[in-house]
């Protein structure tokens, strides 16, 4: 079973709009929520975090929120930029790190 | 330059054939991950390890996967014997974990893609 969800396998933005990529949880146990990005042929790479004591946290173009009661979390890009384009995981966190599937993010001109 | 490192990047094995996948953790890192990346279930956890001790390996077939951790600086995941199902990217992560879960975030290696034909 899937703890944790990202339902949207790609997403495409124009250049300069905002990209908003979900993730969804069925484990009330996770306490800690973080964004990897993945280019082809590398590691995935730590983006952002948020615990969930708080509900939102920023960092720079990028701004997580977290909602408990729906156990929903959503990244936003602002503005968002071509060299955005990858894929995204969301993982969450109690002892260990699940990952949902990703969502590939395209940014075109 | 602190970075988790994987070995080999490349390997094309036959079916039948035993497959070895190494990673060296970052210095001073207490927990490893083994994750494998496929195209339905994204980053699959295989095992994990904390100082050196499995704490779960639930997410690998028992009969033809094995993990371990000789020594701090070494971690191995094995596959014997190898199927073309096993074709995927494996990725090793490396983290610190605290009593209170700062340093939360895993760093992950290069990844070894692996091809059984």
């Known amino acids: 079973d899937q703890q944790v969800k990202q339902n949207s396998p790609s997403l495409s933005v124009q250049e300069g709009r905002i990209s908003i990529l979900n993730c969804d949880y069925t484990n009330s146990m996770f306490d800690y929520f973080l964004w990897y990005k993945k280019y082809p042929a590398e590691g995935p790479t730590f983006l952002i975090s948020i615990s969930s004591i708080k509900d939102k946290n920023e960092d720079g173009r990028f701004t997580v929120f977290l909602n408990k009661s729906a156990k929903h979390l959503s990244l936003h890009i602002v503005p968002s930029q071509p060299g955005d384009s990858a894929v995204y995981f969301c993982?969450?966190?109690?002892?260990?790190?699940?990952f949902g599937t990703g969502t590939r993010l395209q940014v075109f001109p | 330059d602190a970075r988790v490192t994987q070995t080999p990047r490349h390997k094309v094995t036959e079916m039948g054939q035993e497959v070895t996948m190494r990673c060296q953790p970052i210095?001073?890192?207490?927990?490893v991950f083994w994750y494998r990346q496929t195209m339905m279930q994204g980053l699959e956890l295989l095992a994990y390890f904390r100082n050196r001790a499995p704490l779960d390996d639930s997410g690998m077939p028992k009969d033809r996967f094995s993990a371990e951790m000789p020594d701090a600086t070494l971690a191995t995941l094995k596959i014997q014997p190898s199927e073309p199902r096993d074709s995927a990217v494996y990725f090793c992560?490396?983290?610190?974990?605290?009593?209170?879960?700062?340093?939360?975030?895993?760093?992950f290696g290069q990844g070894t893609r692996l091809t059984v034909v």
């Open positions: 993982a969450a966190k109690a002892d260990k790190l699940i």
């Open positions: 992560a490396s983290g610190l974990a605290g009593w209170d879960r700062v340093n939360t975030e895993a760093f």
């Open positions: 210095l001073g890192h207490n927990t």
